[in-house]
């Protein structure tokens, strides 16, 4: 079965890699008033409306002012006949920036990634990851040259004609789990959250590492218990910058002593189901937000799916 998807992700693009090597085409499309293109300045894109919003995007010729002189558009793909694009924007003025969205505006993607449409979602995510990355990527970590895009904006080539290194767009596995024990699951909390919240563990996957061996290794160090059973569940974008969450669940084997370090984590407890159910509707434990797939982790084990 395949699993319904997180929100940011599922963006429904055709992604068209083939035309991305094809400059013609692509300036065609740049210049075609029927394209539309995303504007994203930091972890901002673009939206328009309230009830609900939807994203945002824009005309190139509108947007291009925004643009003169500083990072080449991204194609993201095809959309029927449309093709769509992302553009950082974030070093135009202010000013000029209102007038070339309006109607629209810049929200932030935490805040508007659940609110939006399943497509709209995964657009603004691939959008948001793909300029994040060019904007951290635009000198070689071989040489120091600068680099330069390419291929519609999914590489980026070391402009050091003794160099020439190919850099692509990066994603960084982060597992993300549930740890049950029969009828109760283990969440934690960082000091930084607001009060009361609790969500699953989670951590990078290091090099050299398998998933699976990650799970069991954050999982000891961040609660100092063992698991067994690891299911894969869901996976979701997450472009803060460039993460790609994995989800699982994860059966605890021996002791369920939770022993942790509070520098990385403040609390790290079992919550049996009904209760955890009952502090979340009074109030009292906060789960994380609809937009984070820990959220779907922690509902669908209250809802025992
Ligand atoms: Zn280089």
Redesign the pocket.
Known sequence: MTPRPNVLAASGLDRAHLLRRDAGWQAERWADPTSRVLAVSGTDVAIVGDDPPRAGPTSPTRLAPLLDGGRAPVFLGLDGVAAFFAADISDSPLDDRAAALAPGRLAGLRAVGALVSQREGGLLAYAAAIVAWHRRHGF?G??G?PTEAAEAGHLRI?A?PA?R?KHFPRTDPVVIMLVTDGDRALLGRQAAWPPGRYSALAGYVEPGESIEEAVAREVAEEAGIAVGAVTYRSSQPWPFPSSLMLGFTAKLVGSADVRFDDDELEDVRWFERDELREAALAGDVLLPPPVAIARRLIEDWLEDV
């Open positions: 070689c071989l040489c040259w070391c050091n160099c290194a």
